[in-house]
């Protein structure tokens, strides 16, 4: 199996002269440098240690809070303090110009989407406010990557992969965004109890009700699922068996209405792209299931944790 990336390439094989073998071929064609087994791809250090396989980001962390001057500070538990609530500027001099704040937002972004699920809500919400950003947001911004460098050994252990099996946790607030009204979803992807994929946004259109938002949660959580199944349809013979997906949401309305043909006053509105989680899930591509609240992991994707809730999700995804 050959992974590329621009330039990069990524190879697997079965043993190691097979691998040799395809890396002569391959250098009769091009001109390449081989690094040997992987120490670092795209930003993320491959940590081998005591026969496992660790991805983190520490030393970028170091050195992102070196360039804001951050030192670890036990008193920061969250990226977001609990009942935060940020919203645009009303008026155009509550703008700050001096602060590199969409260089910060992307390069937190840069690490939420590699290593670090925990800091993706903070990170997509003050992203919202890249052009129209006070004091205030500036400080949020600052506390997240406070956290990044208090939490900064936190790493995803790939040896704890222990089947093929996917699963998935999907959650939505409702209307939590207090300038257009609209929603914030998510989901997190395993394979084989490790994190495999996770995603956060804010809703494309406005949910009327807590049961469309979860509804279109799910919509988000199933499209990244299918994509990543096909994939792995393709690695038939390093997997010949792969277990049916399971999707967790907490919202036993969005999961009736998924298995429910019948349409509502309530419902008759929701746009049709949307409604082929009916079908797939009728056609058996996957299984819906119900979870607890604070059971469900993707709740992180939703609003500011609390410490005890944010220590639960960290045991359940970092090493």
């Given at each position: 199996?050959?992974?590329?990336?621009?330039?990069?390439?990524?190879?697997?094989?079965?043993?190691?002269?097979?691998?040799?073998?395809?890396?002569?071929?391959?250098?009769?064609?091009?001109?390449?440098?081989?690094?040997?087994?992987?120490?670092?791809?795209?930003?993320?250090?491959?940590?081998?240690?005591?026969?496992?396989?660790?991805?983190?980001?520490?030393?970028?962390?170091?050195?992102?809070?070196?360039?804001?001057?951050?030192?670890?500070?036990?008193?920061?538990?969250?990226?977001?303090?609990?009942?935060?609530?940020?919203?645009?500027?009303?008026?155009?001099?509550?703008?700050?110009?001096?602060?590199?704040?969409?260089?910060?937002?992307?390069?937190?972004?840069?690490?939420?989407?590699?290593?670090?699920?925990?800091?993706?809500?903070?990170?997509?919400?003050?992203?919202?406010?890249?052009?129209?950003?006070?004091?205030?947001?500036?400080?949020?911004?600052?506390?997240?990557?406070?956290y990044a460098c208090n939490t900064q050994t936190h790493?995803?252990?790939?040896?704890?992969?222990?089947?093929?099996?996917?699963?998935?946790?999907?959650?939505?607030?409702?209307?939590?965004?207090?300038?257009?009204?609209?929603?914030?979803?998510?989901?997190?992807?395993?394979?084989?109890?490790?994190?495999?994929?996770?995603?956060?946004?804010?809703?494309?259109?406005?949910?009327?009700?807590?049961?469309?938002?979860?509804?279109?949660?799910?919509?988000?959580?199933?499209?990244?699922?299918?994509?990543?199944?096909?994939?792995?349809?393709?690695?038939?013979?390093?997997?010949?068996?792969?277990?049916?997906?399971?999707?967790?949401?907490?919202?036993?309305?969005?999961?009736?209405f998924s298995r429910n043909d019948l349409e509502t006053?309530?419902?008759?509105?929701?746009?049709?792209?949307?409604?082929?989680?009916?079908?797939?899930?009728?056609?058996?591509?996957?299984?819906?299931k119900s979870v607890s609240g604070k059971l469900n992991?993707?709740?992180?994707?939703?609003?500011?944790?609390?410490?005890?809730?944010?220590?639960?999700?960290?045991?359940?995804?970092?090493?």
């Open positions: 199996m050959l992974l590329f990336y621009v330039d990069d390439l990524v190879l697997f094989a079965i043993n190691n002269s097979f691998l040799q073998s395809v890396i002569r071929k391959v250098s009769q064609v091009f001109d390449i440098t081989n690094l040997g087994r992987i120490q670092k791809l795209l930003g993320v250090v491959f940590d081998r240690r005591q026969g496992k396989i660790q991805l983190n980001q520490t030393g970028y962390i170091s050195n992102l809070a070196k360039e804001f001057e951050i030192e670890p500070n036990k008193l920061v538990k969250v990226p977001l303090n609990v009942g935060t609530i940020l919203q645009k500027p009303a008026e155009a001099e509550e703008h700050s110009s001096n602060f590199p704040y969409r260089s910060l937002v992307g390069s937190l972004l840069f690490l939420a989407t590699r290593t670090r699920p925990d800091l993706l809500f903070p990170v997509i919400l003050l992203s919202q406010f890249n052009t129209c950003f006070t004091r205030v947001h500036e400080k949020c911004l600052l506390q997240v990557l406070q790493s995803l252990n790939l040896s704890d992969c222990s089947s093929d099996c996917m699963f998935a946790f999907t959650d939505a607030s409702w209307a939590n965004d207090r300038d257009e009204r609209k929603s914030f979803g998510g989901f997190l992807i395993f394979l084989g109890g490790v994190p495999l994929s996770w995603g956060c946004k804010k809703q494309s259109v406005v949910a009327l009700s807590s049961m469309e938002a979860e509804f279109m949660a799910i919509v988000n959580c199933l499209r990244e699922l299918h994509w990543l199944a096909g994939i792995f349809s393709n690695f038939s013979p390093v997997a010949n068996h792969q277990k049916l997906p399971v999707v967790f949401s907490d919202s036993l309305a969005a999961i009736h006053s309530r419902t008759k509105h929701i746009d049709i792209k949307y409604f082929f989680v009916k079908d797939w899930l009728a056609r058996g591509y996957f299984e819906l992991l993707a709740d992180i994707f939703t609003k500011p944790q609390n410490a005890q809730s944010l220590d639960r999700f960290r045991q359940a995804v970092f090493a």
